[in-house]
């Protein structure tokens, strides 16, 4: 059985300690990876301006064991995780995240990244439905080749609505109540723009600085889905606050920050210290620099933690699911879950042996780039149509839509 990754790390990382001690810069940058084993996991917060960055972290509420930073740019030297926001998805964001791992290592483990849709109240236009829609779009994303050799799972999620939604007052709450009295048609005109919502002249029986106010919380799609919603059956304040909440996907979020990330604290802090490491030894040579790479090469490749984690990515986004028989002989367990080194069904099936020879290239297309050959014995249980075809050529990439 293949030891687990963070005792890898740590006996790879002493074992530089030593080489390194003539050479105190790098014994301290030795050290300070050392001491990271023990500090919280750092989960950056990046994505373009205006991509919500920073009200999606006021609704990341602090987590013990968690660091939450906003960063403008990719890559973010010390964070362990990234949720990479943003509110206009394409092709490119596949591009960028590829561009932006580190060193190969970093590129053949992308178990660090989840894509958020961010403002997802305005897709679709800003009907009604637009959260639906980027639940959808995201959906489709996560089955995308390109994003899935960078990211672990596709999110939509409005911090806005979520926190409007959790924080909903009692006049709010009357004003939309007076709104939705009216009838669709009644309102629908006056929900085409915010000069016409907040209109003074505007026959509406809410007060135009109540509308003002509603509009600024909520924005026009918030309160079109807020008036829905009360229209059919969401009547009472808790209803209405419990509905916006859960359509703002943040919950869907905070599961997969959960499952995919905080679960696996260890195990990501191990990998930051690898590439970490691999970094150093690459930039100050040592006669044992040969043997280190080689060791964290065969540490990454064969990590079954990793292999187990892109699993649980691919199970969450509905990619591949269990042969029968292993679902059912781990449902006294934790179900169809993959649990962190938890040696479920899927890590029994994919650990390489003992003394099954590392295969260098084999496993890194195999556990990470794409997990090719992981997917293979899976293959007959996979729903749905093929992924779409890899990227276009390099010259058609950027800008070009999903
Ligand atoms: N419609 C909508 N607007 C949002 C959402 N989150 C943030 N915004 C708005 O987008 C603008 C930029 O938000 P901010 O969090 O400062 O973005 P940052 O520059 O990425 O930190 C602000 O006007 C926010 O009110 C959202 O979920 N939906
Ligand atoms: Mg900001």
């Known amino acids: 059985m293949s030891a687990a990754l963070p005792d890898i790390a740590w006996h790879l990382l002493t074992g530089a300690l030593a080489s390194y001690r003539d050479q105190p810069r790098a014994a301290a940058a030795v050290r300070r990876e050392l001491e990271r084993f023990e500090e919280p996991l750092r989960i950056a917060v990046a994505g373009p301006p205006r991509a919500g960055k920073t009200t999606l972290l006021g609704e990341l509420a602090a987590r013990r064991g968690v660091i939450f930073t906003e960063t403008p740019t990719i890559p973010v030297p010390d964070a362990d995780a990234l949720l990479y926001l943003t509110p206009h998805p394409g092709e490119s964001v596949a591009y960028e995240l590829a561009d932006a791992q580190v060193s190969t290592l970093a590129r053949a483990t992308p178990v660090d990244t989840i894509v958020v849709l961010s403002r997802a109240d305005e897709f679709g236009g800003g009907r009604v439905d637009g959260l639906g829609s980027a639940r959808m779009i995201a959906r489709r994303y996560q089955r995308h080749v390109a994003l899935q050799q960078v990211c672990q799972a596709v999110v939509a999620a409005s911090a806005r609505i979520g926190y409007a939604g959790r924080t909903l007052t009692a006049p709010e709450h009357a004003a939309l109540t007076s709104l939705a009295g009216r009838?669709?048609?009644?309102?629908?005109?006056?929900?085409?723009?915010?000069?016409?919502?907040?209109?003074?002249?505007?026959?509406?029986?809410?007060?135009?600085?109540?509308?003002?106010?509603?509009?600024?919380?909520?924005?026009?799609?918030?309160?079109?889905?807020?008036?829905?919603?009360?229209?059919?059956?969401?009547?009472?304040?808790?209803?209405?606050?419990?509905?916006?909440?859960?359509?703002?996907?943040?919950?869907?979020?905070?599961?997969?920050?959960g499952e995919l990330f905080i679960?696996?604290?260890?195990?990501?802090?191990?990998?930051?210290?690898?590439?970490?490491?691999?970094?150093?030894?690459?930039?100050?040579?040592?006669?044992?620099?040969?043997?280190?790479?080689?060791?964290?090469?065969?540490?990454?490749?064969?990590?079954?933690?990793?292999?187990?984690?892109?699993?649980?990515?691919?199970?969450?986004?509905?990619?591949?699911?269990?042969?029968?028989?292993?679902?059912?002989?781990?449902?006294?367990?934790?179900?169809?879950?993959?649990?962190?080194?938890?040696?479920?069904?899927?890590?029994?099936?994919?650990?390489?042996?003992?003394?099954?020879?590392?295969?260098?290239?084999?496993?890194?297309?195999?556990?990470?780039?794409?997990?090719?050959?992981?997917?293979?014995?899976?293959?007959?249980?996979?729903?749905?149509p093929p992924a779409p075809p890899g990227p276009p050529p390099r010259g058609r990439r950027r800008g070009a839509q999903l």
């Open 263 to 384: 679960e696996w604290r260890p195990v990501l802090k191990a990998r930051s210290a690898l590439i970490a490491l691999d970094a150093l030894v690459r930039a100050q040579p040592h006669p044992d620099g040969a043997r280190l790479l080689a060791a964290l090469d065969r540490a990454l490749a064969n990590g079954h933690e990793l292999r187990e984690l892109r699993l649980l990515a691919a199970l969450r986004a509905g990619r591949t699911r269990l042969p029968i028989s292993r679902t059912a002989s781990s449902r006294s367990g934790a179900g169809s879950r993959v649990r962190p080194g938890g040696g479920g069904a899927a890590d029994r099936r994919h650990r390489p042996g003992p003394g099954r020879p590392a295969g260098r290239g084999a496993d890194r297309r195999a556990g990470m780039g794409g997990g090719r050959r992981r997917r293979r014995p899976l293959a007959g249980a996979r729903r749905g």
């Open 183 to 257: 009838t669709r048609e009644e309102t629908e005109r006056y929900l085409l723009s915010v000069d016409r919502f907040v209109d003074p002249q505007a026959p509406v029986p809410v007060d135009p600085a109540v509308r003002a106010g509603l509009v600024e919380r909520l924005g026009l799609p918030g309160v079109r889905l807020a008036l829905t919603l009360l229209r059919t059956g969401s009547a009472t304040r808790d209803e209405l606050s419990g509905q916006l909440v859960a359509r703002s996907g943040l919950d869907d979020l905070r599961d997969a920050i």
